[in-house]
Protein backbone atom coordinates (compact mmCIF):
# COMPACT_ATOMS: atom_id res chain seq x y z
CA UNK A 1 0.00 0.00 0.00
CA UNK A 2 1.52 3.46 -1.00
CA UNK A 3 0.87 5.03 2.48
CA UNK A 4 2.79 2.62 4.23
CA UNK A 5 6.32 3.62 2.02
CA UNK A 6 9.08 5.59 3.61
CA UNK A 7 8.62 8.85 4.77
CA UNK A 8 10.38 11.18 2.35
CA UNK A 9 12.79 13.84 3.60
CA UNK A 10 11.49 17.54 3.89
CA UNK A 11 12.75 19.50 0.61
CA UNK A 12 14.11 22.73 1.45
CA UNK A 13 10.78 25.67 1.95
CA UNK A 14 9.95 28.82 1.56
CA UNK A 15 6.73 30.16 2.37
CA UNK A 16 5.67 27.96 5.64
CA UNK A 17 2.08 27.91 7.42
CA UNK A 18 1.81 26.93 10.93
CA UNK A 19 -1.76 26.54 13.14
CA UNK A 20 -2.06 25.95 16.33
CA UNK A 21 -5.14 25.21 18.15
CA UNK A 22 -6.76 26.61 21.17
CA UNK A 23 -6.12 23.34 22.78
CA UNK A 24 -2.52 23.87 22.77
CA UNK A 25 -2.24 27.04 23.99
CA UNK A 26 -4.17 26.93 27.52
CA UNK A 27 -3.72 25.10 30.92
CA UNK A 28 -6.11 22.25 30.70
CA UNK A 29 -6.46 22.06 34.24
CA UNK A 30 -7.58 25.66 34.36
CA UNK A 31 -8.14 27.22 30.39
CA UNK A 32 -5.47 29.61 31.10
CA UNK A 33 -2.78 30.91 28.74
CA UNK A 34 0.29 28.40 29.09
CA UNK A 35 2.99 31.34 28.59
CA UNK A 36 5.70 28.82 28.34
CA UNK A 37 4.34 27.22 25.48
CA UNK A 38 3.58 30.49 23.75
CA UNK A 39 7.12 31.43 24.17
CA UNK A 40 8.65 28.63 23.07
CA UNK A 41 6.29 28.25 19.86
CA UNK A 42 7.35 32.20 18.97
CA UNK A 43 10.85 31.19 19.45
CA UNK A 44 10.61 28.92 17.01
CA UNK A 45 8.56 30.68 14.72
CA UNK A 46 11.40 33.36 14.83
CA UNK A 47 14.01 30.74 14.15
CA UNK A 48 12.17 29.20 11.30
CA UNK A 49 12.03 32.81 9.78
CA UNK A 50 16.09 34.00 10.74
CA UNK A 51 16.50 30.99 8.73
CA UNK A 52 15.10 33.06 5.76
CA UNK A 53 11.66 31.51 5.49
CA UNK A 54 8.58 33.55 5.11
CA UNK A 55 6.47 32.21 7.54
CA UNK A 56 2.78 32.90 8.86
CA UNK A 57 1.00 31.43 12.10
CA UNK A 58 -2.83 30.55 12.08
CA UNK A 59 -3.74 30.81 15.87
CA UNK A 60 -6.87 29.93 17.38
CA UNK A 61 -7.86 31.04 21.01
CA UNK A 62 -10.24 34.00 20.64
CA UNK A 63 -13.19 32.73 21.89
CA UNK A 64 -11.84 30.59 24.46
CA UNK A 65 -9.34 33.45 25.69
CA UNK A 66 -11.85 35.73 25.49
CA UNK A 67 -14.29 33.07 28.03
CA UNK A 68 -11.40 33.39 30.78
CA UNK A 69 -10.94 36.97 30.85
CA UNK A 70 -14.40 37.68 30.89
CA UNK A 71 -15.55 35.01 32.95
CA UNK A 72 -17.80 33.39 30.76
CA UNK A 73 -17.37 29.17 31.34
CA UNK A 74 -17.78 27.49 28.08
CA UNK A 75 -20.57 25.60 28.95
CA UNK A 76 -23.07 28.48 29.07
CA UNK A 77 -23.95 28.75 25.94
CA UNK A 78 -27.55 28.43 26.31
CA UNK A 79 -30.07 31.99 25.39
CA UNK A 80 -30.02 33.46 28.75
CA UNK A 81 -31.06 37.18 29.93
CA UNK A 82 -33.57 38.28 27.01
CA UNK A 83 -31.81 40.07 24.05
CA UNK A 84 -28.07 38.07 24.44
CA UNK A 85 -27.96 34.74 22.91
CA UNK A 86 -24.94 32.26 22.67
CA UNK A 87 -23.90 33.19 19.49
CA UNK A 88 -23.43 36.84 20.19
CA UNK A 89 -21.79 36.29 23.54
CA UNK A 90 -19.50 33.91 21.58
CA UNK A 91 -18.46 36.68 19.42
CA UNK A 92 -18.38 38.94 22.53
CA UNK A 93 -16.17 36.74 23.77
CA UNK A 94 -13.98 36.72 20.57
CA UNK A 95 -13.90 40.50 20.62
CA UNK A 96 -11.92 40.59 23.85
CA UNK A 97 -10.05 37.24 23.41
CA UNK A 98 -8.59 38.14 20.07
CA UNK A 99 -7.28 41.48 21.61
CA UNK A 100 -5.66 39.86 24.30
CA UNK A 101 -4.33 37.31 22.15
CA UNK A 102 -2.36 39.43 20.05
CA UNK A 103 -1.50 41.29 23.25
CA UNK A 104 0.49 38.18 24.26
CA UNK A 105 1.99 37.40 20.60
CA UNK A 106 3.07 40.78 19.86
CA UNK A 107 4.78 41.19 23.70
CA UNK A 108 6.60 37.72 23.25
CA UNK A 109 7.36 38.44 19.61
CA UNK A 110 8.85 41.38 19.95
CA UNK A 111 11.60 40.10 22.82
CA UNK A 112 13.18 38.34 19.49
CA UNK A 113 13.30 41.52 17.47
CA UNK A 114 10.40 40.32 15.51
CA UNK A 115 7.20 42.31 14.06
CA UNK A 116 4.11 40.74 13.52
CA UNK A 117 0.55 41.83 12.18
CA UNK A 118 -2.98 40.70 12.82
CA UNK A 119 -5.16 39.05 9.52
CA UNK A 120 -8.86 38.13 10.62
CA UNK A 121 -10.62 36.53 7.73
CA UNK A 122 -14.08 35.54 7.08
CA UNK A 123 -15.21 33.32 4.42
CA UNK A 124 -16.08 36.50 1.94
CA UNK A 125 -12.63 36.65 2.07
CA UNK A 126 -12.04 33.72 0.29
CA UNK A 127 -15.24 33.66 -2.18
CA UNK A 128 -15.08 37.36 -3.44
CA UNK A 129 -12.56 37.38 -6.18
CA UNK A 130 -11.55 41.15 -5.39
CA UNK A 131 -11.32 40.43 -1.02
CA UNK A 132 -8.85 37.60 -2.32
CA UNK A 133 -6.88 39.67 -4.53
CA UNK A 134 -6.85 42.27 -1.80
CA UNK A 135 -5.69 39.64 1.21
CA UNK A 136 -2.97 37.72 -0.71
CA UNK A 137 -1.65 41.65 -1.84
CA UNK A 138 -1.49 42.38 2.08
CA UNK A 139 0.05 38.98 3.11
CA UNK A 140 2.75 39.44 0.24
CA UNK A 141 3.64 42.96 1.04
CA UNK A 142 3.72 41.05 4.80
CA UNK A 143 6.08 38.30 3.87
CA UNK A 144 8.30 41.19 1.94
CA UNK A 145 8.47 43.52 5.05
CA UNK A 146 9.61 40.56 6.76
CA UNK A 147 6.61 40.55 9.28
CA UNK A 148 4.96 37.31 10.47
CA UNK A 149 1.35 37.52 9.80
CA UNK A 150 -0.98 36.11 12.16
CA UNK A 151 -4.40 34.91 11.29
CA UNK A 152 -7.42 33.51 12.73
CA UNK A 153 -11.08 33.88 11.39
CA UNK A 154 -13.13 37.13 11.93
CA UNK A 155 -15.44 35.01 15.15
CA UNK A 156 -16.31 38.39 16.22
CA UNK A 157 -18.71 39.47 12.92
CA UNK A 158 -18.95 36.34 10.98
CA UNK A 159 -22.13 34.55 10.89
CA UNK A 160 -22.86 31.16 11.05
CA UNK A 161 -22.69 30.88 6.93
CA UNK A 162 -19.79 32.70 6.59
CA UNK A 163 -17.75 30.97 9.09
CA UNK A 164 -14.77 28.53 8.26
CA UNK A 165 -16.14 27.00 11.61
CA UNK A 166 -12.34 25.40 12.10
CA UNK A 167 -8.96 26.73 11.77
CA UNK A 168 -7.26 23.56 9.75
CA UNK A 169 -9.74 24.24 7.16
CA UNK A 170 -8.71 28.16 7.28
CA UNK A 171 -4.91 27.36 7.89
CA UNK A 172 -5.16 24.86 4.54
CA UNK A 173 -6.77 28.37 2.88
CA UNK A 174 -4.11 30.40 3.12
CA UNK A 175 -1.38 27.97 2.35
CA UNK A 176 -3.46 27.63 -1.02
CA UNK A 177 -3.92 31.73 -0.85
CA UNK A 178 -0.28 32.46 -0.23
CA UNK A 179 1.01 29.94 -2.28
CA UNK A 180 3.09 28.51 0.81
CA UNK A 181 4.87 25.08 0.10
CA UNK A 182 4.57 23.87 3.46
CA UNK A 183 1.64 23.62 6.10
CA UNK A 184 1.72 22.43 9.68
CA UNK A 185 -1.19 21.36 12.10
CA UNK A 186 0.02 21.56 15.72
CA UNK A 187 -2.34 19.39 17.11
CA UNK A 188 -3.12 17.36 20.37
CA UNK A 189 -2.41 14.03 18.50
CA UNK A 190 1.09 13.05 17.23
CA UNK A 191 -0.51 12.29 13.76
CA UNK A 192 -2.72 10.59 12.04
CA UNK A 193 -3.78 7.09 13.13
CA UNK A 194 -5.25 3.66 11.97
CA UNK A 195 -7.52 4.63 14.62
CA UNK A 196 -8.51 6.35 17.87
CA UNK A 197 -5.40 5.58 20.04
CA UNK A 198 -7.30 6.95 23.15
CA UNK A 199 -9.73 3.83 22.80
CA UNK A 200 -7.81 1.40 20.37
CA UNK A 201 -4.31 0.39 21.83
CA UNK A 202 -3.89 -1.11 18.53
CA UNK A 203 -3.93 2.20 16.06
CA UNK A 204 -0.77 2.79 14.97
CA UNK A 205 0.38 6.25 13.96
CA UNK A 206 0.72 7.00 9.84
CA UNK A 207 3.73 8.72 9.10
CA UNK A 208 3.30 9.09 5.70
CA UNK A 209 0.38 9.51 3.58
CA UNK A 210 1.21 9.79 -0.53
CA UNK A 211 -2.40 9.96 -1.81
CA UNK A 212 -5.50 10.95 0.39
CA UNK A 213 -7.64 7.89 -1.08
CA UNK A 214 -11.53 6.69 -0.09
CA UNK A 215 -9.98 4.31 2.76
CA UNK A 216 -8.70 6.97 4.63
CA UNK A 217 -11.52 9.64 3.97
CA UNK A 218 -13.67 6.45 5.45
CA UNK A 219 -11.18 5.84 8.48
CA UNK A 220 -11.51 9.31 9.06
CA UNK A 221 -15.29 9.58 9.19
CA UNK A 222 -15.73 5.97 11.01
CA UNK A 223 -13.79 6.91 14.19
CA UNK A 224 -15.87 8.50 16.97
CA UNK A 225 -15.82 11.21 19.90
CA UNK A 226 -13.80 14.12 20.37
CA UNK A 227 -10.77 12.62 18.19
CA UNK A 228 -13.37 13.31 15.31
CA UNK A 229 -15.18 16.24 16.38
CA UNK A 230 -14.59 20.14 15.45
CA UNK A 231 -11.01 20.27 14.84
CA UNK A 232 -10.71 16.46 14.68
CA UNK A 233 -9.07 14.44 11.99
CA UNK A 234 -11.68 14.92 9.81
CA UNK A 235 -10.93 18.74 9.10
CA UNK A 236 -7.35 18.05 9.15
CA UNK A 237 -7.81 15.28 6.25
CA UNK A 238 -10.07 18.42 4.23
CA UNK A 239 -7.19 20.55 4.83
CA UNK A 240 -5.09 17.89 3.66
CA UNK A 241 -6.77 17.64 0.19
CA UNK A 242 -6.67 21.22 0.12
CA UNK A 243 -3.27 22.17 0.65
CA UNK A 244 -1.51 18.77 -0.98
CA UNK A 245 -4.04 20.08 -4.16
CA UNK A 246 -2.60 23.76 -4.12
CA UNK A 247 1.31 22.19 -4.24
CA UNK A 248 1.69 22.34 -0.92
CA UNK A 249 3.22 19.61 1.91
CA UNK A 250 1.57 19.14 5.01
CA UNK A 251 2.46 18.08 8.28
CA UNK A 252 0.21 16.51 11.12
CA UNK A 253 2.17 16.36 14.87
CA UNK A 254 2.11 17.14 18.22
CA UNK A 255 2.21 20.87 20.15
CA UNK A 256 3.43 19.05 23.20
CA UNK A 257 6.60 19.32 22.30
CA UNK A 258 7.27 22.45 19.70
CA UNK A 259 10.61 21.47 20.01
CA UNK A 260 9.51 19.40 17.28
CA UNK A 261 9.59 22.29 14.87
CA UNK A 262 13.17 21.75 14.92
CA UNK A 263 13.55 18.34 13.51
CA UNK A 264 10.60 18.90 10.47
CA UNK A 265 13.79 19.37 8.25
CA UNK A 266 15.85 16.10 9.31
CA UNK A 267 13.03 13.61 9.32
CA UNK A 268 13.15 12.81 12.80
CA UNK A 269 10.07 14.39 13.79
CA UNK A 270 6.92 12.53 15.15
CA UNK A 271 3.54 12.71 12.83
CA UNK A 272 1.99 12.37 10.12
CA UNK A 273 3.20 14.13 6.53
CA UNK A 274 0.92 15.00 3.21
CA UNK A 275 3.02 14.94 0.01
CA UNK A 276 2.02 18.12 -2.82
CA UNK A 277 -0.03 16.56 -5.29
N1 LIG B 1 -11.47 30.88 15.47
C1 LIG B 1 -11.75 30.22 16.70
C2 LIG B 1 -11.08 30.95 17.87
O1 LIG B 1 -10.11 31.63 17.70
C3 LIG B 1 -11.24 28.80 16.74
C4 LIG B 1 -11.54 27.88 15.61
C5 LIG B 1 -10.80 26.54 15.78
O2 LIG B 1 -10.37 26.24 16.89
O3 LIG B 1 -10.59 25.82 14.82
O4 LIG B 1 -11.52 30.82 18.99
Known sequence: MQNEKKR???????????????SSLMHPQTDNLNFAKIEKLVRELCDLRNTGMDVCLVSSGAIAV????????ANTDSRSGGHTN???RKQACAAVGQA?????????FSEYHQTVGQILMSKNTMILPESKENARNTFCELFRMGVIPIVNENDTVSTFEMQFGDNDTLSALVTSLVGADLLVLLSDIDGLYTDDPRSNAQARLIPYV??????LLQMGKESTGSFMGTGGMNTKLSAAQIATKAGADMIITNSDDLNVLHHLFDNTYKGTLFTAL
Open 8 to 22: PELQKKKRIVIKIGS
Open 210 to 215: RTIDEE
Open 100 to 108: RLMMTYQKI
Open 86 to 88: SNA
Open 66 to 73: GRQVIGVP
